[in-house]
């Protein structure tokens, strides 16, 4: 059995477990959400210090110049076009590169720059003239082991005497070779391999060590068991950042359990709402009612781009198919492609190619399309009592409205979901108006 596997001895995630017919496990919706990244996500909240050192006053950097970076990083940071600093690397970079060196707790949503600030660490660490591993990264999985090396070659193009080697599953070192690269990047399982079976690893002379995607990992069985054994060996003095989506009771336990009296920042989550979000039902008898009211919005409505939800698989093949035959250009994000195949479909969606995005829960939730701000459900997200599923309702419309933009959301349902609207209505304090189908002139 191989650990590394991505469907093999994942959790998925609690909540789509409970309403989906299949799971998508953390890892892959983390990787996803890395492919589609091109840009930073703003973020209009505050960075938060939970928890800090008394001894270690912390401030803030608002240029990269203020660090104590050499100047094939900078040249690296110019090249990756990062004009400033982001919210979680202002403050967490100068504590990172700080002497003598800082265990950091770092808590941020993906996007907001957490892995270029631990691989400018990294390179920063790293001694070119010294050849072994001094800098050890851990990731839950092959892929985002391999995505954060992507990100040390492109940041440390100038660092040219900087070598990164990768402890992950098929990639064989003879027994007994001596590693000469500075940096190593690997999954638990494979890297505990090469420390305690291979000894081709020396753990005591690592200075740098770095837990990626916390979260994940002790999500997936045994990765955190395996980081723990990992982390036992290095010595005393190596510096720990330990990197997080989210910091809910378990990671914070095990990360304290690597950090002992850590310096905690967090960058504060956004919240969802529906308070700048216009929304609207509209009441069909059937499918092909349905399809017509959405036609009848598309043609004298939808200017930009939207997304449509569907809550089956099945549905929105339908809805797509029948779409496309209309002339509609339309891309659907369905399960059963693989994570570089929906992230390329994102992709594709946020550059304009396609107007329509077709989505079903399951590829939807965690991603993030910033531009999007017209939603369309077609019927509306139902848990498995039939009852309305206000959480994905919230993240389904919730994201047309972010950073400040206005967005507007309809609900195409058949008559006998009425009730659910109403209860939306009144779970959130909200005001759902209702229009004709068949005509949009009410529309304001
Ligand atoms: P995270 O690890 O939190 O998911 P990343 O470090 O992968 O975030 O950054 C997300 C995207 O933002 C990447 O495309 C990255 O190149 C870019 N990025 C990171 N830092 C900056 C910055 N300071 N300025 C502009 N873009 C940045």
Same mark, same amino acid.
């Given at each position: 059995r191989d650990p590394f596997q991505p469907h093999d001895s994942v959790t998925p995630c609690l909540l789509l477990t409970e309403l989906l017919p299949f799971p998508v496990p953390l890892a892959e919706l983390s990787l996803m959400n890395k492919l589609i990244h091109t840009s930073l996500v703003e973020s209009q909240q505050h960075v938060e210090i939970l928890q800090r050192d008394p001894n270690s006053p912390l401030f803030s950097v608002k240029t990269f110049e203020e660090l104590p970076l050499k100047k094939e990083l900078l040249q690296g940071v110019y090249m990756m076009g990062f004009n400033r600093p982001s919210k979680i690397q202002e403050q967490a970079l100068p504590l990172m590169l700080a002497y003598p060196p800082q265990n950091l707790i770092a808590q941020s949503q993906s996007g907001t720059g957490k892995t270029a600030a631990f691989v400018l660490a990294m390179l920063s660490r790293a001694s070119a003239s010294e050849k072994y591993p001094q800098c050890l990264c851990l990731a839950p999985t092959y892929e985002l082991a391999l995505q954060i090396g992507q990100v040390v070659r492109t940041i440390g193009k100038f660092c040219t005497d900087i070598k990164v080697n990768y402890a992950v599953r098929g990639n064989r070192v003879l027994k007994g070779t001596a590693l000469e690269e500075q940096i190593i990047i690997g999954t638990p399982g494979t890297t505990l391999d090469w420390c305690f /079976?291979?000894?081709? =690893?020396? =753990?005591? /002379?690592?200075s740098l060590f770095v837990l990626d995607e916390a979260d994940i990992m002790i999500d997936m069985q045994g990765l955190s068991c395996q980081s723990i054994r990992i982390h036992r060996a290095l010595p005393k003095s190596c510096q720990v950042l330990l990197f997080s989506a989210t910091y809910k009771e378990p990671v914070r336990a095990f990360a304290e359990r690597i950090i002992p009296d850590p310096i905690v920042i967090k960058l504060r989550e956004e919240e969802l709402t529906l308070s700048n979000i216009r929304q609207y039902f509209m009441v069909c008898q059937g499918l092909d009612e349905q399809y017509r009211a959405l036609c009848n919005l598309y043609g004298s409505f939808i200017i930009g781009q939207v997304m449509i939800f569907c809550q089956t698989r099945r549905l929105a093949v339908w809805l797509a198919g029948k779409m496309s035959q209309d002339g509609h250009q339309v891309a659907i994000l369905t399960a059963e492609l693989t994570v570089v195949q929906r992230a390329s479909v994102i992709q594709r969606f946020r550059e304009g190619k396609e107007k329509v995005l077709i989505a079903t829960n399951v590829c939807a939730r965690g991603i993030d399309v910033q531009q999007v701000t017209t939603v369309v459900n077609f019927g509306l997200p139902v848990d498995l009592d039939g009852g309305p599923d206000f959480e994905t309702y919230l993240h389904r419309i919730g994201r047309a409205g972010r950073f400040g933009h206005r967005g507007i959301a309809f609900s195409v349902v058949q008559r006998d979901t009425v009730p659910l609207v109403h209860r939306i209505e009144e779970y959130f304090q909200t005001t759902i108006k209702q229009l004709d189908p068949y005509d949009m002139d009410e529309l304001e």
């Open positions: /079976k291979q000894r081709i =690893l020396d =753990l005591a /002379k690592i």
